[in-house]
């Protein structure tokens, strides 16, 4: 069985300590086998900080599935890692970026069955050149076919409790009605629908979407957003054949029997809709890229930084992308082109 290529995020941060308490849990929690990308000195360092007894074995994505059960598989950089826990330095980007390549460039040689990544610090990126607001806008670069135009990435947060899209995601709320348009959102649920049958097997999703301002406008009263920008892409949706129904209003949208109603919920912005999910399921959420040619998960949390080194890390979010990305990767095998 092809790992799952697990890059290490930011050398300061958590991933670190994840991977290695996930590995160390790994029958326990049925910890499905990876392959993590990073500098194994530093990852014995961070396991002699925190008195892991995790032995690391410099691999490859051929051999990681066969080692996993006795040692933590690690592909080697060539940028060595020197920063300490909570505190990044120079050499903190070039590795973040460098796993994220190389991880990239192992699930598109089929060596590798999905991406999971663990979080970096943006503006330590930025502020080392990274011209991409985060790992979505950059996955999705590096998933563009030569001299083509790159896919459009989609952010969902999923959990059993509550899936959720953005439609708009990391902009100004001030910006967000003027950013916010039918074709977008149609793309946006044209997307949604097409990776929830092709991944997660739903036959027929069923897309809720929500209204831009309150009460969902109330018929163009409280703004008339809903009526001529929203209602018009629900039924755009609708008349290709998509399951999708709106815009109501974001305040009744959450409860645990309007959310039997749907599949996944579409937010017009970001907290919108992922406050109503890590309310729920912050422990548990996980964040996957749709539209990209390959599986990606991502836990749905930070660097954190003053938890780094301490042991204190809490390893379920970072646990359940794993099972999902392994869940996804499986189902996109059995059903290449659905």
């Known amino acids: 069985m092809r790992p799952l290529a697990l890059t290490l ?52 994505a051929e051999d990681a599935g066969g080692r996993f059960a006795t040692a ?17 330095d120079a050499t903190s980007a070039a590795c973040a970026r460098a796993a994220i390549d190389r991880a990239v460039a192992l699930v598109q040689a089929g060596k590798a069955a999905a991406l999971v990544t663990n979080p970096i610090a943006k503006a330590v990126m930025q502020r080392a050149g990274f011209a991409f607001p985060g790992h979505t806008e950059y996955l999705a670069q590096l998933a563009a076919a030569p001299g083509a ?47 929830l049958k092709r991944r997660f097997g739903i036959a027929n999703p069923r897309l809720a979407l929500c209204g831009l301002n309150p009460h969902a406008g109330e018929q163009g009263t409280i703004g008339r957003e809903d009526e001529d920008v ?3 892409a629900v039924e755009r949706l609708q008349a290709e054949g998509i399951a999708a129904s709106g815009p109501y209003a974001a305040d009744s949208l959450f409860h645990r029997e309007a959310r039997s109603r749907y599949d996944v919920a579409l937010g017009m912005y970001h907290d919108q809709v992922l406050g109503p999910v890590k309310t729920l399921a912050f422990e548990r959420a996980v964040n996957v890229t749709l539209g990209l040619p390959f599986v990606r998960t991502s836990p749905d949390h930070g660097t954190a930084l003053d938890l780094a080194g301490t042991g204190r890390a809490d390893p379920s979010s970072l646990l359940a992308a794993m099972k999902l990305a392994r869940r996804l990767a499986d189902a996109e095998a059995i059903a290449p082109a659905r």
């Open 72 to 88: 933590l598989p690690v592909l080697p950089l060539d940028q060595a890692a020197t920063a300490a826990p909570g505190k990044p």
């Open 149 to 195: 135009s790159p896919p459009r990435p989609v952010m969902l947060i999923y959990s059993d409790e509550l899936a959720v899209v953005p439609v708009t995601i990391h902009v100004p709320l001030s910006e967000v009605p003027r950013l916010l348009t039918a074709d977008l959102i149609v793309e946006t649920g044209r997307i949604v629908a097409h990776d």
């Open 230 to 232: 929203v209602r018009p």
């Open 9 to 60: 995020g930011e050398p300061a941060g958590i991933g670190p300590d994840l991977a290695l308490l996930l590995w160390t849990r790994r029958e326990r929690l049925g910890v499905p086998p990876f392959l993590l990308i990073g500098d194994p000195t530093l990852l014995k360092a961070r396991a002699r900080l925190l008195k892991l007894d995790v032995p690391i074995a410099e691999s490859d």
